[in-house]
């Protein structure tokens, strides 16, 4: 790991993330993120050369289906399955105080 990110690096990317980190947990990041950094610079030393890009991974060979509009269901059937309803609103717990 001679290419190692620095601690002062790793607290960058915490302060970015608005994590606020043991000594433990920074030790730990940093050597987690430098494994990233190093397969990051492997896979930017390989040979590409010919091969097509892609557009999405995920995306490859799926066909979507077709965005066809449908009935909405009725607000009715949903109010019975709520635990609370009362004048067309669902009624839920307070969870701001």
Same mark, same amino acid.
């Given at each position: 790991?001679?290419?190692?990110? %620095?601690?002062?690096?790793?607290?960058?990317?915490?302060?970015?993330?608005?994590? /606020?980190?043991?000594?433990?947990?920074?030790?730990?990041?940093?050597?987690?993120? %430098?494994?990233?950094?190093?397969?990051?610079?492997?896979?930017? %030393?390989?040979?590409?050369?010919?091969?097509?890009?892609?557009?999405?991974? %995920?995306? /490859?060979?799926?066909?979507?289906?077709?965005?066809?509009?449908?009935?909405?269901?009725?607000?009715?059937?949903?109010?019975?399955?709520?635990?609370?309803?009362?004048?067309?609103?669902?009624?839920?717990?307070?969870?701001?105080?």
């Amino acid at each position: 790991m001679s290419d190692a990110i %620095s601690e002062e690096e790793t607290r960058k990317v915490a302060s970015l993330a608005k994590l /606020a980190l043991s000594a433990d947990e920074l030790a730990l990041y940093r050597a987690q993120l %430098s494994r990233v950094l190093e397969h990051v610079r492997e896979l930017e %030393s390989l040979d590409v050369e010919g091969v097509e890009e892609a557009v999405s991974a %995920s995306a /490859a060979g799926k066909a979507l289906r077709a965005d066809d509009p449908v009935p909405a269901a009725n607000a009715a059937d949903y109010a019975a399955l709520a635990p609370s309803f009362a004048d067309g609103h669902f009624r839920v717990p307070k969870v701001v105080e």
